[in-house]
């Protein structure tokens, strides 16, 4: 009788060990949606990162919007016209963020691809119903290369 509780048990807790992973996953992503991986295996892309010339195609569209996330420091150095800039470490931030046109398109862009600003603000504008939101791929240093 003590072997069959002891396999029994084992059973249970690999169960239970299963279930509290289950728990945990849903717990802290709800929504089910996948998170980027690094590497060749990425799910799903943190957005709709255009290169250079899709990038200049769209912000020719009426009504589109281009944010910068620099500092102002480095807007004030150079920029792509008719940006504006939103500094991403201003406090008041994430306030200018949500009082935008949640119907508009967006364009955004940082330094490069290194920066994490610019995903990061992609994922809080989706999550909070902007419809229309696009990344330059590459950011500012590669808008300005030749």
Same mark, same amino acid.
């Given at each position: 009788m003590?072997?069959?509780?002891?396999?029994?048990?084992? &059973?249970? /807790? +690999?169960?239970? @060990? %299963?279930?509290?992973?289950?728990?945990?996953? $849903?717990?802290?992503?709800p929504?089910?949606?996948?998170?980027?991986?690094?590497?060749?295996?990425?799910?799903?892309?943190?957005?709709?990162?255009?290169?250079?010339?899709?990038f200049?195609?769209?912000? &020719?569209? /009426? +009504?589109?919007? @281009? %944010?910068?996330?620099?500092?102002?420091?480095? $807007?004030?150095?150079?920029?792509?016209?008719?940006?504006?800039?939103?500094?991403?470490?201003?406090?008041?931030?994430?306030?200018?963020?949500?009082?935008?046109?949640?119907?508009?398109?967006?364009?955004?862009?940082?330094?490069?691809?290194?920066?994490?600003?610019?995903?990061?603000?992609?994922?809080?504008?989706?999550?909070?119903?902007?419809?229309?939101?696009?990344?330059?791929?590459?950011?500012?240093?590669?808008?300005?290369?030749?």
């Amino acid at each position: 009788m003590g072997i069959c509780y002891m396999k029994y048990r084992a &059973k249970l /807790s +690999g169960f239970f @060990i %299963i279930m509290v992973a289950l728990g945990v996953t $849903y717990a802290c992503n709800p929504k089910g949606d996948t998170v980027q991986q690094s590497g060749s295996d990425a799910s799903q892309p943190i957005g709709p990162d255009l290169d250079k010339e899709a990038f200049a195609r769209g912000i &020719k569209q /009426s +009504g589109a919007v @281009i %944010i910068d996330l620099r500092f102002p420091a480095e $807007y004030e150095k150079g920029h792509i016209d008719g940006a504006i800039n939103l500094n991403f470490f201003d406090p008041e931030f994430r306030y200018k963020l949500l009082d935008l046109n949640r119907k508009k398109k967006y364009y955004l862009y940082d330094q490069n691809d290194n920066d994490l600003r610019v995903s990061t603000v992609h994922g809080d504008m989706i999550k909070n119903d902007f419809t229309e939101v696009y990344i330059l791929k590459g950011g500012y240093v590669e808008w300005i290369k030749n």
